[in-house]
């Protein structure tokens, strides 16, 4: 008994002295690149700016768009309307943040359902300016068929212009949530 405790204190004071474990860098996910993702990652921060979004659920709002982080973040926070009103959660607003984890492209979605689900691009096209992202995990969420948005399609149409398709899923199905339309809003000369 002895020993085994004297063997247990060296094997513990021999991995402190070898400090801490190195990090796993996560895989790449499956049927992206690496390069596709970085190219794909340029493009979202090409995005840095602020735009007006229409849904096809009938709302209006604004949204801004910029990079954190030296570069490594590129977050889109709003979602109020210009006066305060109507969007899709009037006086809310949710997140969205896009990062490299080592060679995958994901998101987290900070989500007025007030849980944080994060996706990864399982599929990227159009030399990057086509994504779709897909359900990895989740924060605050009890189980996987609680309520979450669960996919997102990105289209970047153009310099001014891009466009997502959200779904939603729950309770074992997943659905259609809504098209969102945006547009870039110029930037007025100070």
Known sequence: MRQGRRLLA???????????????????????????ARDAFAHIKALAGRWRGSSTRGWTDEVRIRTIAGGSAVV???????EGAGGAHPGQEMM?????????LMLTHYCVARNHPRLVAREVGDGGRTLVFRFLDAANLQSRDHGH????VLRILGDDRFATRWTWYDQGSEKWM?????????????
């Open 10 to 36: 060296a094997a513990i004071f021999c991995s402190a002295l070898a400090g801490p474990a190195a990090a796993v860098e996560p895989s790449p996910a499956p049927g992206v690149s690496p390069q596709a």
């Open 76 to 82: 889109q926070d709003g979602g109020g309307s210009p």
């Open 96 to 104: 969205t943040v896009f990062y490299l984890d080592g060679d995958r």
């Open 149 to 152: 948005m669960d996919a997102v």
């Open 178 to 190: 809504e098209d969102i339309e945006r547009t870039r809003i110029a930037d007025v000369a100070r």
